[in-house]
């Protein structure tokens, strides 16, 4: 079974840089050479906000509304993939998620796993 | 962007009684080539991340008690559960994962009456 832990700073000030990490673990389906991997960020006013995933084979898709500011990365030796938002403001507080999606008649699906998440302030 | 809206906001019901929530989205998320619905629903409980109980509107997660069903296609979804036991209190959410940016409805909240 697929397990994503999320790492990171639980402060970040203003302006600066939100950096985090999912490391991806398990057997089956595992492997983030396979398959899709998103963040997503979940926050009392704007609710669940899908922030972008990194595929496969590196190819990223990212939420329009945030892209200027997001950049989706990964480690495959590492088998990690992360995000840094750049510029936060206190609009980016939230609990982030990241999440593997799933690849069904030769497109992306649904989120089937999820980590546990991490909270993040800006302050 | 596909807006997805639930209704309604909070649902109180009895246990053993019927529960149902409603998912409209802005545009139809049914792809004909695979004849498929791109339609999630979620329960959240608190604390814990969204857990997905249907996929492509009526498929049942792996592990989801028989009392979860989906139904719906093109633009309007329901998630039923049939008899609600306490277990089931938590948040619904549904989500269109047919065209980025994918969206999630605003959450309903269901309890017990």
């Known amino acids: 079974q697929v397990q994503l832990q999320e790492s990171g700073p639980g402060l970040v000030k203003p302006s600066e840089t939100l950096s985090l990490t999912c490391t991806v673990s398990?057997?089956?389906?595992?492997?983030?050479?396979?398959?899709?991997w998103s963040w997503v960020r979940q926050s009392p006013g704007k609710g669940l906000e899908w922030i972008g995933y990194i595929s496969y084979s590196g190819t990223t898709t990212y939420n329009p509304s945030l892209k200027s500011r997001v950049t989706i990365s990964r480690d495959t030796s590492k088998n990690q993939f992360s995000l840094k938002l750049r510029s936060v403001t206190a609009a980016d507080t939230a609990v982030y998620y990241c999440a593997r999606q799933g690849l069904g008649f030769g497109v992306v699906t649904n989120m089937d796993a999820w980590g546990k998440g991490t909270a993040v302030f800006v302050s | 962007d596909i807006v997805m809206t639930q209704s309604p906001d909070s649902l109180a019901v009895s246990l053993g009684e019927r529960a149902t929530i409603t998912c409209k989205s802005s545009q139809s998320v049914f792809l004909s080539s695979n004849n498929r619905n791109f339609l999630a629903w979620y329960q959240q409980k608190p604390g814990q991340p969204p857990k997905v109980v249907i996929y492509?509107?009526?498929t049942r997660e792996s592990g989801v008690p028989d009392r979860f069903s989906g139904s719906g296609s093109g633009t309007d979804f329901t998630l039923t559960i049939s008899s609600l036991q306490a277990e089931d209190v938590a948040v619904y959410f549904c989500h269109q994962y047919y065209s980025t940016p994918f969206t999630f409805g605003q959450g309903t909240k269901l309890e017990i009456k």
């Open positions: 398990g057997d089956s389906g595992g492997s983030i050479s396979s398959t899709y």
């Open positions: 492509w509107a009526s």
